[in-house]
């Protein structure tokens, strides 16, 4: 099994804090991560899981992230949503559960199938709670006092208190005077994390014990260094051992545990894979002249508290990793429901146009979004593509929509708006990311201005025949020099104009043809609605998934 | 990966053939850190783009950026063997109005001197 590095275990698997939904429909299987809530089916084009199949109702059902769980809910559909064979109104959700949506033959979703994805740190967890320790030796007996702080840390979860834990436990096994617990970060040095006494008192200075040894140890290949400085005469003259009368020092290097290594029967019989291992931190024990001599502590007890200290810290420290990546997957939940909010468009309302505008995600967040602002004797559209995916998209998407929305509400000529966005971004140096984006803004009297950036040529739609006006420039964020100008046209009352993104020239079927600029053409003359060219489109790429966001924004002058 | 790259130098200009798609990831990256590299001893570049069968948004953000640093550099590139795809998507963006774009190795190759 896979562990993360020592620094941040399992934070790398973060995505998959998210469950899974796999749609099987014939031979294919589609998965969708199931990524914010309420997650939408139906045989609608906006539906974030589209199943085109008239037994599916428009608004079939949600699925719904709630407090102690996932919940499905049928949205009173013609013929049922099922979990596992039983029609159901609402129903909680179990890992594989089946659900069907009135089509009981053709399509299922299987719901966050095991065997998929799973949270390592837990699982890992899970796994070494159950091991047992051999009791052939009685002195190992005594380890179960370990078994007992490993059994805690499923509640307590927290590095601090293990480590005090491992410290207060050693002092007690080996008689020593003091324990030190050591931990390595990032840099590569050991530090400080945890001291104790036999009194039970906390240590905090580490200055007092000897490095040169600790390092020794470290350095060596062996499961623990037994120093007795009475014994040794070149050690004798060593700073801290001098200033500090120590007698015995014993240093245990924590190496990350293998998980499937047994523990070694012998003495001499170390598995060399287990010394290899990477070192997480080290225990450090010593006692004075004057006090009582350790040196003889039965190297089964240094042993068994190597591998056990070692798995205890490892196993706290993944168990603060998840809580890590607990807190930074809600943060992110946050941030994504926010951003969906922003991202949602509140189309104004005037007595001469109106708008609507559908957007087909094909997987994780997007970076295609519109909006509408309307003052006084206008109304302004755009619609922008934002290149990329995931986090980085939606905050460079969110970035532009603001200054956008704003400037268009401040009624800034158009090529003024655009240019200090390109103004703007290139300034800040993003590092290739840029965007492609349309605005157009519409009189009362039916004058029409936009400014093209890097975009498709808007579609105007005018009885029955289609113009793709030409004018653009380029687009925002990539050159810090590009200038900027608007075009204008005159739209009558009935004329339509059709803002796309790629996606939608590029949307493919299953023979690797794109749906291109003639066929979206020609739907865009007849058809009444944007339903009716999503459904066309859909047609055109039958059950091949999408690549890219399709966004269309339609602007209707009515006079 | 899906990017090879293939560089000659033909009269003091080094020419750089790319073949196959020019996506935001690693064959991003591997232009980007191609065309650095050979920055670093020529100033003369042809980016040969005959047989690149797709280029990607990202792809086409790099292409600008490694484009406009050379720029900055004091260093030339000039862009041939452009197929329809890669042609639409400048045509689109209007990014043909930046790069100096040639229908033939030959007449780019003159371009230079």
């Given at each position: 099994m896979a562990i993360g590095s020592a620094?941040?275990?399992?934070?790398?698997?973060?995505?998959?804090?998210f469950p899974s939904l796999v749609l099987v429909q014939g031979q294919e299987q589609r998965s969708l991560v199931?990524?914010?809530?309420p997650f939408s089916i139906g045989r609608?084009?906006?539906?974030?899981?589209?199943?085109?199949?008239?037994?599916?109702?428009?608004d079939h059902a949600l699925i719904m992230c709630e407090v102690d769980g996932f919940y499905v809910a049928d949205q009173?559909?013609?013929h049922g949503t099922f979990v596992n064979g039983e029609r159901v109104e609402r129903q909680k959700l179990e890992r594989n559960d089946r659900l069907e949506f009135g089509?009981?033959?053709?399509a299922y979703v299987i719901f966050h199938?095991?065997?998929?994805?799973?949270?390592t740190a837990r699982e890992f967890l899970s796994q070494i709670s159950g091991m047992q320790i051999s009791?052939?030796?009685?002195?190992?007996?005594?380890?179960t006092m370990f078994l007992d702080a490993a059994r805690k840390l499923n509640t307590t979860g927290v590095l601090d208190e293990i480590l005090v834990t491992v410290a207060d436990t050693t002092l007690k096994l080996t008689r020593a005077e003091r324990a030190y617990v050591f931990l390595k970060v990032d840099d590569g040095s050991l530090r400080l994390a945890a001291g104790r006494n036999s009194r039970g008192e906390a240590l905090?200075?580490?200055?007092?014990?000897?490095h040169s040894i600790l390092d020794e140890a470290l350095h060596s290949a062996s499961e623990f260094l037994v120093t007795d400085t009475s014994q040794s005469l070149d050690l004798a003259g060593r700073q801290s051992i001098v200033a500090y009368d120590l007698r015995t020092v014993i240093c245990i290097p924590l190496r990350?545990?293998?998980?499937?290594s047994a523990r070694p029967?012998?003495?001499?019989?170390?598995s060399s894979e287990g010394l290899g291992a990477e070192i997480i931190g080290a225990l450090y024990l010593d006692s004075r002249f004057a006090s009582r001599d350790i040196?003889?502590?039965s190297n089964d007890i240094l042993r068994a508290i190597a591998t056990e200290a070692a798995q205890l810290v490892e196993n706290a420290r993944l168990v603060q990793a998840e809580e890590a990546a607990r807190v930074y997957q809600r943060e992110l939940a946050i941030a994504s429901s926010i951003q969906q909010r922003l991202m949602e468009v509140h189309i104004p309302e005037v007595p001469f146009a109106r708008m609507s505008g559908r957007n087909l995600s094909c997987?994780?967040?997007?970076?295609d979004f519109f909006d509408a602002v309307s003052t006084e004797d206008h109304f302004a559209i755009f619609l922008a593509d934002v290149c990329g995916k995931g986090v980085s998209a939606a905050l460079l998407a969110s970035t532009l929509q603001g200054m956008v929305y704003s400037h268009l509400v401040a009624r800034m000529p158009l090529a003024e708006i655009v240019a200090a966005v390109n103004r703007f971004f290139t300034q800040k140096h993003l590092g290739e990311k840029y965007a492609t984006m349309v605005i157009a803004r519409i009189s009362r009297d039916g004058e029409l201005e936009y400014v093209n950036c890097g975009h498709l040529p808007p579609l105007v739609v005018s009885q029955q025949k289609v113009v793709r006006p030409e004018a653009g420039n380029l687009p925002v964020?990539?050159?810090?020099d590009a200038t900027y100008e608007s075009a204008r046209l005159k739209l009558h009352r009935g004329d339509r104009l059709l803002l796309v993104t790629d996606g939608v020239t590029e949307a493919e079927n299953a023979r690797g043809d794109f749906y291109e600029n003639e066929r979206l053409e020609d739907i865009a003359r007849r058809a009444t609605s944007l339903e009716e060219i999503f459904a066309a489109l859909a047609d055109f790429c039958g059950g091949t998934p999408l690549n890219d966001d399709c966004t269309i924004v339609e602007l209707v002058y009515t006079g | 990966m899906a990017l090879k790259m293939e560089s000659k130098t033909v009269g003091g200009v080094t020419v750089v053939r790319c073949i196959g798609r020019i996506v935001f990831g690693d064959e991003a990256s591997a232009l980007r850190s191609t065309l650095k590299n050979i920055l670093s001893t020529s100033k003369k570049i042809l980016l040969?783009?005959?047989?690149?069968?797709y280029i990607d948004s990202g792809g086409l953000g790099t292409l600008v950026g490694v484009y406009s640093s050379a720029r900055a550099a004091g260093a030339d590139i000039k862009l041939t063997g452009l197929g329809q795809r890669v042609r639409d998507v400048l045509q689109i963006t209007k990014l043909v109005t930046v790069f100096e774009v040639y229908d033939s190795e030959q007449k780019a190759l003159a371009a230079f001197h």
């Open positions: 620094s941040n275990p399992g934070l790398g698997r973060a995505s998959d804090a199931l990524d914010h809530s609608k084009v906006d539906k974030d899981l589209v199943i085109a199949d008239p037994r599916v109702s428009r009173g559909s013609k089509v009981r033959d053709a199938p095991v065997g998929v994805a799973s949270s009791t052939d030796t009685t002195d190992l007996e005594k380890l905090i200075d580490d200055t007092t014990i000897s990350k545990p293998q998980v499937q029967k012998t003495v001499h019989t170390v040196s003889s502590v997987k994780e967040i997007g970076g964020g990539l050159l810090a | 040969d783009l005959s047989e690149v069968s």
